[in-house]
């Protein structure tokens, strides 16, 4: 699997950005239930998981951020080998600079399938910078 992501940059408190997770490759993730995923990790600080979202199923965002952060994917997509995430985020507070990553990784069975927050997602991003200045 290959993701890139884009879109990061610096806003100030209340603004919005939105990224973008170009994912490749995605065939190699051999099950046929798939996560991808937002992390973000700010500087002194554990990464976190910021929202995920299954290849089918409902979304799974933290509670630090809903309400302000979508998660979704290009479901127009035909392509199963390739498909772009995004992270809509609005209304930004200084608490959410960070270098946000993009992951994926097959889903974790517990009954049914899930895509955790907290997981050891094992294909990464190189992550991109978002800045919230006060």
């Known amino acids: 699997v290959h993701l890139v992501e884009s879109g990061g940059g610096s806003v100030q408190a209340g603004g919005s950005l939105r990224l973008s997770c170009a994912a490749s490759?995605?065939?190699?993730?051999?099950?046929?239930?798939?996560?991808m995923a937002w992390f973000r990790q700010a500087p002194g600080k554990e990464r976190e998981g910021v929202a995920t979202?299954?290849?089918?199923?409902?979304?799974?965002?933290?509670?630090?951020v809903k309400g302000r952060f979508t998660i979704s994917k290009d479901n127009d997509s035909k392509d199963n080998d390739n498909n772009t995430l995004y992270l809509q985020m609005n209304n930004l507070k200084p608490e959410d600079t960070a270098v946000y990553y993009c992951?994926?990784?097959?889903?974790?069975?517990?009954?049914?399938?899930?895509?955790?927050?907290?997981?050891?997602?094992?294909?990464w991003g190189q992550g991109t910078q978002v800045t919230v200045s006060s």
């Open positions: 490759k995605l065939s190699s993730l051999s099950m046929s239930t798939t996560c």
């Open positions: 992951a994926a990784s097959v889903a974790w069975y517990t009954g049914r399938w899930l895509c955790p927050l907290k997981a050891p997602y094992n294909n």
């Open positions: 979202i299954p290849n089918d199923g409902a979304t799974n965002v933290a509670d630090s």
